[in-house]
């Protein structure tokens, strides 16, 4: 039995079509950091160590980032309306799958199979979204859809806080099922399916390389900070990342219909939007991923309280998509665009003086500056690139877009990452030098010590121990509070990196036809 569409006007079909697939996209990046708050948890029902554990992450990240180059073809080739009902499906029956799950290895193979349709879904989404709308309406277009982008993984830790500590860690997952049949059936009645090219081949030389040299390079970027950039297993990982990015390059330059189109670099704007887009990443993920390690590790947040405190700059970027959509088409996508970096580096800049005593709502109002900037930027430059795309190659274009923002996230927690081990030991070792036992301050803070103790009921020599103790934690906890400066501080040279990048941008106007024309400065 067939269902019957509902009678949808064609000049209101687009932004029905555009609520439907929100759904889809919400659910696939709410998925890459609602897991987070819970492998505690996990650790636990499963009896395994964090090593263990972390592949619960790793395997979703790395999946995604394979099979993301892949969805060009698979879109011009099957259709996008199939190529979204059948990513969102198995997304939905691997949430479902993942609740159920009995052992840390058997998560980890479900969390490969959700992976599977969640890396489908957001580059079809894009490509719907370009294939329905106008040049014209694409701003407004992006900034709704950008909704989900941009609040997905800032909601995540909050809802994943509540969900585990007053409901049950499962939750995480099987709150995705609902979800997903609603969204399955509504794409079902309206969407329509787009152009199908079934006469294309498929690239297998260059799947397999960018399938390898991706899953390698985000493995290295994972799994650095842990094993050692200087390790023989991270350089070889490189290593093989790079060779595998070489012959892959060769491959597309002379392959007749390659999986991921590579002549679209000679676009100006393509080109420098995606560099943008990539810095812009890094901006993103990386406040994503240091506020909330410092505010839980530093100042004792609990992940409920952290989730809280990040909420209101989530809600920030989300209010602030429709307005740069808006702005964008009023005086053009670049001055947005660079005014949102700007933002962006102000904000991270900001959080450069955070420290054990500043207070939330100092903290809140700096997040929501840099969400406002994000807010700003980060679907205008990506619609000032794609509308010089031509239609037919727009597949291919969304699917190199996300497999470049992929890298980019893992990169920038890695650099992160690195940055904070790196001067956490620098700062211990240069307190150490002018903090000595027999300094003034050391004898000053052991006296203080001593007293505190020895007025808490500690006696005898156990007093000089624990005061001591209070002096290299105390050292320990500077030390580690130096190093968040000096990652924020990299952070905003990064985003501030990207500003000046944005001003290789080309402003580009539309004549009467609707087609993106670029003009030169």
């Avoid at 979703?60 to 180059?69: A, D, E, F």
């Avoid at 904000?347 to 969400?371: C, F, H, K, Q, Y």
């Amino acid at each position: 039995m067939t269902i019957p569409r509902p009678n949808i006007n064609e000049s209101t079909y687009k932004w029905w079509a555009l609520g439907v697939i929100i759904i889809g996209g919400f659910m696939s990046i709410l998925d890459t950091s609602i897991v987070n708050i819970a492998i505690p948890k996990m650790m636990a029902v499963f009896s395994v160590d964090t090593d263990k554990a972390q592949w619960i992450l790793t395997a979703y990240m790395l999946t995604m980032g394979v099979i993301q180059p892949a969805t060009g073809y698979l879109c011009d080739v099957i259709g996008t309306k199939r190529m979204y009902l059948f990513s969102l499906a198995v997304f939905t029956v691997g949430s479902l799958l993942c609740g159920v799950a009995w052992s840390n290895d058997s998560m980890i193979v479900f969390r490969v199979i959700q992976a599977i349709g969640g890396g489908l879904i957001v580059p079809v989404t894009m490509s719907i979204v370009y294939q329905i709308f106008t040049p014209q309406e694409r701003n407004m277009a992006m900034g709704i859809w950008g909704i989900s982008a941009m609040v997905a993984p800032a909601v995540g830790p909050t809802l994943s806080g509540y969900l585990v500590e007053y409901w049950d860690w499962r939750w995480i997952f099987t709150i995705n099922i609902p979800v997903g049949i609603i969204g399955y059936i509504l794409a079902v009645l309206i969407l329509k399916e787009t152009p199908v090219f079934a006469h294309r081949k498929f690239d297998y030389g260059g799947f397999v390389t960018s399938a390898l040299g991706l899953f390698c390079l985000l493995l290295a970027l994972s799994e650095g900070v842990d094993e050692g950039w200087t390790s023989a297993y991270i350089l070889t990982l490189l290593y093989i990342a790079f060779a595998c990015i070489v012959l892959f390059v060769l491959i597309e330059i002379n392959h007749p219909e390659p999986i991921l189109d590579l002549s679209l670099f000679k676009d100006w704007n393509f080109t420098f939007s995606t560099i943008v887009s990539f810095i812009g990443t890094i901006g993103l993920y990386g406040g994503i991923f240091m506020v909330p390690l410092f505010m839980e590790n530093m100042r004792g947040n609990t992940a409920m309280q952290t989730g809280m405190l990040i909420f209101p700059s989530a809600a920030t970027a989300g209010l602030m998509m429709p307005i740069a959509a808006k702005l964008a088409d009023k005086f053009g996508a670049k001055p947005v665009v660079i005014a949102g970096l700007a933002l962006l580096t102000l904000g991270s800049l900001e959080l450069r003086n955070v420290d054990l005593d500043t207070a939330d709502r100092t903290i809140v109002l700096i997040m929501m500056l840099r969400s406002a900037g994000l807010g700003l930027f980060i679907m205008p430059v990506t619609v000032l690139g794609m509308n010089t795309v031509p239609l037919p190659k727009i597949s291919r274009a969304s699917s190199l877009n996300n497999a470049v923002r992929q890298v980019s996230g893992s990169m920038g927690i890695a650099i992160l990452t690195t940055v904070l081990q790196n001067r956490q030991i620098f700062h211990l070792n240069q307190i150490a030098e002018g903090f000595t036992v027999s300094s003034k301050p050391a004898m000053n803070m052991v006296a203080y010590g001593e007293r505190l103790f020895a007025h808490a009921g500690t006696g005898g020599s156990l007093v000089h121990i624990k005061a001591l103790a209070l002096m290299a934690s105390t050292a320990q906890q500077q030390s580690y509070v130096f190093a968040f400066d000096d990652a924020f501080l990299v952070l905003a040279v990064i985003c501030g990196i990207g500003t000046l990048a944005a001003l290789m941008l080309k402003p580009a106007k539309r004549h009467a036809g609707g087609q993106a024309v670029v003009i030169a400065d």
